[in-house]
């Protein structure tokens, strides 16, 4: 279903290895269908339940330009103070710190995807001294 291994899957979720972009996607397709509710799924016009964008999508690209535009929305609003509820100052908090977490993940989080891995007969050797590396010395 997802081509890992019940191993594989066993380490993946005691935290020991990361899978492959493909298969978390596949993992969170899975995921979608057996928990169509979940938090950051929607259903399309035609009843498929798909992921919800993210906030960065629906704001302007960049992280700076996205949380000035945040910002900008919340000027606006506050522009009417007796019909502004209390606790807009929390909610666009919340929305910053949400643009920064989106941001964060895709600069470290997807990185993590494209770690590349040692050999596993190379690396632990010690290098030879440089004398022995260049071969028998003459005396």
């Known amino acids: 279903m997802t081509g890992v291994s019940k191993e594989g899957l066993r380490m993946f979720v005691e935290g020991h290895t990361r899978p492959h972009r493909s298969t ?3 993992l969170g397709e899975i995921f979608l ?3 169509p509710s979940g938090v950051m799924a929607t259903q399309s016009t035609d009843g498929e339940w798909q992921l919800r964008k993210l906030l960065i999508e629906l704001l302007s690209p ?3 330009t996205a949380r000035a535009e945040l910002a900008r929305i919340f000027e ?4 009417f103070p007796e019909e ?3 606790s807009i100052d929390a909610v666009h908090e919340w929305m910053d710190l949400q643009v920064r977490g989106e941001y964060w993940g895709q600069r470290y989080i ?11 007969r190379e690396a632990k050797r010690p290098p030879l001294p440089a004398a022995a590396a260049d071969g028998p010395a003459d005396e």
């Not at 606006?76 to 522009?79: E, G, N, P, T, V």
């Open 33 to 35: 269908k057996v928990h």
């Open 110 to 120: 997807d990185g993590f995807a494209k770690r590349t891995r040692s050999r596993r």
């Open 76 to 79: 606006l609003a506050k522009r």
């Open 24 to 26: 978390r996607q596949t």
């Open 84 to 86: 502004v509820p209390a």
């Open 62 to 64: 960049g992280e700076k």
